[in-house]
Structure formats: C-alpha cells, structure tokens
C-alpha cells in the first residue's frame, strides 16, 4: 500500500485484479459501483500530530524572538469516485488547530473545510490524453522547488480554479489559471483570493532523444502584494525556468534554472535562481547510504533607488527550503550543504551542515511570511550556518514518525542585526489509511 503526499494520485483500480477476496480496509480502498471495473468509490484520510519548538524563534529578534513551543493537530478525510476512466470527482474536508504560536497563522486553525473538490473530464487523444480539472485543488505541476503543497503547516495551500493537461507517450503539458484560497477560521466559510492571481504553463519530457533524463519547463505568473527592502506593493512576476533530473551509474543529479521578469510598482523586475544537487547512492544489504551535496543561489536587490527590482521570490515554496526550519526564504541567498542519508528497509537517517550566505549586501535577508531581516549598514554576507540530524521512520503502512533537531550558528549579518544562535526541534507522528 503506497501512500501520496497528493491523495488524489492514488489509484486502486489494481484491487479490482487482485485474486484472493478483499479484506475489510481493502474494501474502503475499493468500493465498485457495477458495470465496468473502473467505476468505483475510494474513501481514505489521515491525521497528524505536529510538534516544534524554537530556543529562540527567530534569531531572538524583535517581539516574536523567544522560545516557545508549538502542537498542532489535524485531520484529513477524502473520497473519489471514478467512473469509465474518463469522468472522476475528489472531495477532501480537513479540520485544524493549533496551540502555543505567539502570532497565530491563518493556516494552522480552522473548523472543518474544503480543502479540495474538483472533477475532472478525461478523453483519449490520439496516442494520449487529454484531461480537464475545474474547482479547489492542491495544484500539483511538477517537481519544480518553487510551488509547494505546504504539508508542513497544518492546513494545505489548495487553489480554485482550473488546470488542462494533455498527456502523451513520454511527455505531459499543463496550463492552468487559479486563485489561492483564503482559510477562514470558521465552518466551511473558505474563500477565494480576489487579489491574488497564478497562472502559466508546465511541460515534462521523459527521456527527450532517448537521454538517461527528464527535463521540466515551464513559466509560471503570480499577481500579488509584496514586501521587499525596497518597499511594499503590487507586483506582476512571471517566473520561466527549467529543471533537468536523472542518474548515470548511481550518481543523481537535479539542477534548475530560472529568471524572473514582470512588474512591482513602477520597477522592472529582472531576477535569477539556481538550484543543484549531487548525489551518490550505495546498495547494501542492510544499510543503503548516500553521500551529497545541494545549493540554492537567488538573486538580491543591488540598487535600493533603481528602476529594476533584483530580489529573487518564489511563487509558492516550501518554507523550510533552505534550512528545515520554516524561517529563510529563497531570496537574496546562496548556501551549500554537503549531506549524508542512511536508509535502512524502514528508517532513514540523515545528518548535513548547511552554509547561508546574503547575494547582494545591498538587500536585506528575507524570512518566511515576508519578515525582512535588517542590519543597517552592515556589509556581513554570511547568514547563517545550520547543522541538522533527523530521523523517518515507516512504522508500518499506515503510520510514520519523524524527527527534526537542528543548531543554527547566527553568522555575522545576524549578529549585526542582533540576532543570535538557536535551536530548533520537531517531531511529527502521521496516521494514514
């Protein structure tokens, strides 16, 4: 049994070949409808316990600089019904809260929800596919860094809107338009984002001219309110880049590019990243290591007064991108962190020292939530240092237990800024069916 971060790419239509008779969760997972093998109803959910606490939050800085710690609990249901391969429908509900956060996010407390329901339409094309998606979903592209599920808050980023995709031998294109959903604390009082806006297109190619790789393209569009050094307002930003991933005798290697072009206020926006990894991998009988190493570089502003905004920002990603501890953004950074990983049949162990550094001395450092970290004057590049240590461990196949401890070393931009070293833990304990 294989569970996905997405519920909605689960598929038992295999139960229906399966050859002994069903047992009673099997039956949950495959409930047929008559008439074809494909019409059937799957039920499933998950709940989660989340723990993390900061000695201190935020370098210590500013009024939400202590240490405190945080519990959150949350509650997933969904069921999906499929019928002739061709017509589908996904609902999901989730339920959230949230105790010890200082300043309380909107994402981590709500009464039941819905979090997604959306049909899609399905019809063969040719050697191929072609589906459409309309209604509130997770909004799944690719595996580009830069749009993320945030699994790690308590409630999911889910999108109303609508996605096409046209599915081929060893290729998929996508296009979609959609707005954010806005959390409400209350009973089933979600709304839609009327200022926010994303859109763009998302194409993978497996194995282009038969080479050992898949390559992602894409240019995504994000219509939003920013807070930059610079100042605050509307910003227009398209995002274009490409993301190449695949493995040459137990060496894997991802590297994606990405340049930044649109609008905020009356400033051009011109802005790069990078994101690359290497990695070797070892078979053994009882222990697999891998030994690696992966970096960021994002675009910071070099001009304050200038008509062209060079801050890198991400559309959606993930908050703990950079560090592991949900604090430092993608913008105006560079780091490297060389690694090590364990797997063992069903724990994974991992250790790796993560140095952060400012791109531009002129910009500020950028936390997560749009929290500027300043240092007036200061020409400190180095952010940070983190080393980190955690554990995952599959339990079973239903249930999964993690574990998170991380030391950051202030660097001499923190220091400036009066910020200072801290520690981070998390445990999370995920209950699936």
């Known amino acids: 049994m294989r569970f996905r971060l997405h519920r909605w790419q689960e598929d038992y239509l295999w139960l229906s070949r ?46 939400r600089g202590r240490t405190w710690s945080s519990h959150q609990e949350r509650i997933f249901l969904h069921a999906d019904l499929r019928l002739n391969r061709h017509f589908r429908v996904f609902t999901q509900i989730d339920a959230a809260k949230e105790d010890g956060r200082p300043v309380q996010r909107s994402f981590d407390r709500s009464a039941p929800d819905l979090r997604q329901a959306f049909g899609d ?53 996508r296009a ?42 894409y240019v995504l569009g994000k219509k939003d309110s920013a807070i930059f050094t610079r100042g605050t307002g509307d910003e227009d930003r398209w995002t274009a880049g490409a993301r190449v991933a695949g493995t040459v005798a137990r060496l894997a290697y991802v590297a994606e590019l990405a340049y930044q072009f649109g609008r905020f206020g009356s400033a051009d926006v011109s802005a790069w990243s990078f994101y690359g990894t290497l990695s070797h991998s070892a078979e053994g009988d009882v222990m697999s290591p891998r030994f690696g190493v992966r ?31 949900s604090l430092l953004s993608v913008s105006n950074m560079f780091n490297l962190e060389p690694y090590i990983q364990l797997r063992f049949p069903s724990v994974v162990l991992g250790t790796g020292w993560n ?15 749009g929290t500027l970290i300043k240092a007036p004057g200061s020409q400190a590049r180095n952010i940070a240092q983190v080393a980190h240590l955690y554990f995952t461990w599959d339990v079973n196949s239903f249930v999964q237990v993690h574990g998170f401890y991380s030391h950051t070393f202030a660097g001499s931009y923190i220091k400036d800024a009066n910020g200072r070293d801290f520690d981070y833990y998390r445990l999370r304990v995920r209950m699936r069916s």
């Open 355 to 369: 140095m952060i550094w400012r791109a531009s001395t002129a910009d500020a450092v950028y936390a997560s939530g």
């Open 295 to 325: 970096g960021h570089y994002a675009s910071g502003d070099r001009d304050l007064a200038g008509s062209t905004l060079r801050t890198f920002s991400a559309p959606y990603p993930a908050a703990g991108e950079v560090s592991g501890t």
């Open 121 to 173: 339409l399905k019809v063969p094309v040719g050697s191929g596919s072609a589906m459409l998606r309309v209604g509130r979903q997770d909004l799944w592209l690719g595996p580009s860094r830069w749009l993320s599920l945030r699994d790690g808050a308590n409630i999911t980023r889910t999108f109303d809107g609508a996605l096409a995709e046209f599915r081929g031998e060893n290729l998929v294109y």
């Open 18 to 63: 399966k050859a002994e008779p069903l047992n009673d969760y099997e039956r949950l997972k495959y409930m047929p409808l008559g008439g074809a093998p494909e019409n059937y109803l799957s039920l499933g959910g998950e709940t989660r316990y989340r723990f993390d606490r900061y000695e201190p939050y935020l370098f210590g800085l500013s009024g």
């Open 176 to 217: 979609f338009a959609a707005r954010p959903v806005a959390i409400n604390p209350g009973l089933f009082d979600d709304t839609t984002s009327g200022h926010e806006l994303f859109r763009g297109l998302y194409a993978t190619v497996h194995q282009p001219v038969s080479l050992p790789m898949t390559v992602d393209a």
